[in-house]
T-cell receptor
C-alpha cells in the first residue's frame, strides 16, 4: 500500500523559515512526480508546488513563488518543502500527494502536517 | 490561471436519492479534470480522473462526465458515507487549480 507520511509542521513566526518532509513507501518513488497541496483552516484546497520524478523540473503557485522550494531525495524516498519568508496566510495543513500516471491529478495523499504562522 | 467554479456551494439530498454536482472551468481543460471527496479531519480522496474514469475500487454509484469547461459528478443511491465535501481540480495547465468545493449534506 502507498504511504505518505509528512512531518515538520509547527508554530513559526511571520518572516521565519521551515522545512517539512514527506517520506514515501509502497511505490517506486523515483518514478513518480509529487506535489504539495495545502488547506487553510476551514478552507478549500490550494496546490502549492510540484516536482518531476528526478527533481529536474519544478512548478510553483504564484502565492509561494520565490519563497518556497520543493526538492526530493530519491535515495531516501523523501519529498521536501523549504519555506522562507512565511506569512500568516501560509497557515494551513500541508499535504504531500502522489501524481496519477500520465497526469497531475493525485492518487494518494498523506495525512498532512499543520503549519501555523503567528506571532 | 484557470478558475474552477463549483455549484452549488451546499447541496442537501436525502439518503437513497441522487446528487449532481457541477464544476465549470474558466477556459477549456479538455478532459484533465479530477474529483475528490474529503471528510472532516481526513485527507482528500481521489474519485474520478480524466473527467470520467473512476479511481480503483470506487463504487459504480459515482460517475463523472463532461469535457472542456463543463463537468458533472453524479452520485446515485446516496449512502451515509457519501455526505462530505467534494472538490474538482483541473490539471490541464499550470498552475493546478481546485474548485472551492461543494458540501453534500443530509436533507
Amino acid at each position: 500500500d502507498v504511504q505518505l507520511l509528512e512531518s515538520g509542521g509547527t508554530l513559526v513566526q511571520p518572516g521565519g523559515s521551515l522545512r517539512i518532509s514527506c517520506v514515501a513507501s509502497g511505490f517506486t518513488f523515483d518514478s513518480q512526480p509529487m506535489s504539495w497541496v495545502r488547506q487553510a483552516p476551514g478552507k478549500g484546497l490550494q496546490w502549492v508546488s510540484a516536482i518531476s520524478h528526478n527533481g529536474g523540473t519544478t512548478y510553483y503557485g504564484d502565492s509561494v513563488k520565490g519563497r518556497f522550494t520543493i526538492s526530493r531525495d530519491n535515495s531516501k524516498n523523501t519529498l521536501y518543502l523549504h519555506m522562507d519568508s512565511l506569512r500568516v496566510e501560509d497557515t494551513a495543513v500541508y499535504y504531500c500527494a502522489k501524481h496519477c500516471r500520465g497526469g497531475s491529478c493525485f492518487t494518494d495523499w498523506g495525512q498532512g502536517t499543520l503549519i501555523t504562522v503567528s506571532s | 490561471e484557470i478558475v474552477m467554479t463549483q455549484s452549488p456551494a451546499t447541496l442537501s439530498v436525502s439518503p437513497g436519492e441522487r446528487a449532481t454536482l457541477s464544476c465549470r472551468a474558466s477556459q477549456s481543460v479538455r478532459n484533465n479534470l479530477a474529483w475528490y471527496q474529503q471528510k472532516p479531519g481526513q485527507a482528500p480522496r481521489l474519485l474520478i480522473y480524466g473527467a470520467a474514469t473512476r479511481a480503483a475500487g470506487l463504487s459504480a454509484r459515482f460517475s463523472g462526465s463532461g469535457s472542456e469547461t463543463e463537468f458533472t459528478l453524479s452520485i446515485s443511491s446516496l449512502q451515509s458515507e457519501d455526505f462530505a465535501v467534494y472538490f474538482c481540480q483541473q490539471y490541464n495547465i499550470w498552475p493546478i487549480t481546485f474548485g472551492q468545493g461543494t458540501r453534500l449534506e443530509i436533507k
